[in-house]
């Protein structure tokens, strides 16, 4: 016998002074290996008006590929200092960013491997149950080319919607990133392709 | 399929969780996807998901009134329940995170315009990480019923915004505790986005005198069940 799993509601959108920690955009805080990287972008609705009272959550392997969740048995270097994880709000105009090291790549299902990649809960007002999706980099299109995730959408337009673009590399103090921009289209041309998880 | 792949989480319940399609309440119609999702079978990446430590998520805050120096204004309550899967089974060592209005039905939120005073000892935000046997307690102040603009006149049912993470990515889920007897639960749209009647009734807390403190706060029980997996693991 089952029992009934918790619905979901809406965050709303007074939840910032609740939820913001804004050290949580930058996941290298406490040290993490590999290479630094930045990814910024929007998020715009259905008129493609910028959604100023949304979030998004990331969850990342470490630059070995590796999950820092004990479910993760590979053979690979944990990294004590890498969480994997971030929260990241939009500003007034719409816009993200956050700080993280390149992910390695990690096993699929069977023999399958998948491409380096930024599973993305994304979470505002309007949004009655957070929407899943993705982020790949520009950078590995062979890998992306053989993702088991990205192989699951048809239609060549819809796949690329989760393929960050490169973008101006960001200097942050001395040290400049490799940057990716990474915009959400809610709803209507250039719709962001959504997983059911 | 390989011995060594995870085991998935168990698909969504029918009726269970809200369309995201749901004009009634109006901030979805430009927000919706049009186009269906994809069906994504799990990975690692699913079945995966973030741990908290004092590290990474900072100190418990499981009282609300004592966060100023002043006592928030308003009625007194517990609020305590427990994490569990759909079998049944205790989620420890996973972060619940609390935010709300004030007694007067006010968020401490620059965005928020409503004409009711704000509490200057009320911030409104709790987080705590749950105990072995998925336990979690709060102690806060019945949040105010408060006006939104979804329709004329429209009012939200009193509710607590709660945020659990779960053992996985795939487990996550950010909803609202609402409260018995609330005349406004019969029409309120957010409420009634959950299209089961018996998984909307979920999300109403229970009154419980066995969490009451004498002279001091009124208890409501409320149990949060996150998603189980989809078959059992195989022992050893
Ligand atoms: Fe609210």
New interface residues.
Partial sequence: MKLPVTGSQTVGPFYHYALDRPEWSDLTRHGARGEKIRIEGRILDGERKPCIDAFLEVWQANAAGRYAHPEDRQNKKPDPKFIGFGRVFTDAKGRYAFTTVRPGPVPGRGNAMQAPHIAVNLFGRGLLKHLATRIYFPDCAEANEADPVLGLIDDPKQRATLVAQPAKPTRLGRAILPTFRFDVILQGEGETAFLEI | ??GR??IPY?P??PG?????D?PA?K?????????A???????????????FTR??H?KNLADLTLQHKGEPLGERIVIAGRV?????RPVPDTLV???Q?NAAGR???E??RHDAPLDRNF???GQVVTDKQGGWRFVSIKPGHYPWRNTHNAWRAQ?L?F?IFGP???T?????MYFPGDPLLATDP??H??PDA???E??VAAYDPTLSEPEWALGFRWD?????RAATPAEG
């Fill in positions: 399929m390989s792949d995870p168990a969504e319940q269970a969780q809200p369309p995201n749901y309440y901030s979805t119609i430009n927000r919706h996807p049009l186009r999702p994809i069906r994504v079978p799990h990975t690692l990446t699913e079945v995966t998901g973030p741990s590290r990474w900072g569990l899967d759909e079998d049944g995170e609390l935010w209005a968020y401490a939120h965005r928020d911030t409104g935000f509710h915004h945020s996985a990515f795939a996550r889920i950010v909803t609202q957010i409420y986005s959950i018996t998984a909307r979920r999300l949060i069940v996150l998603r189980g």
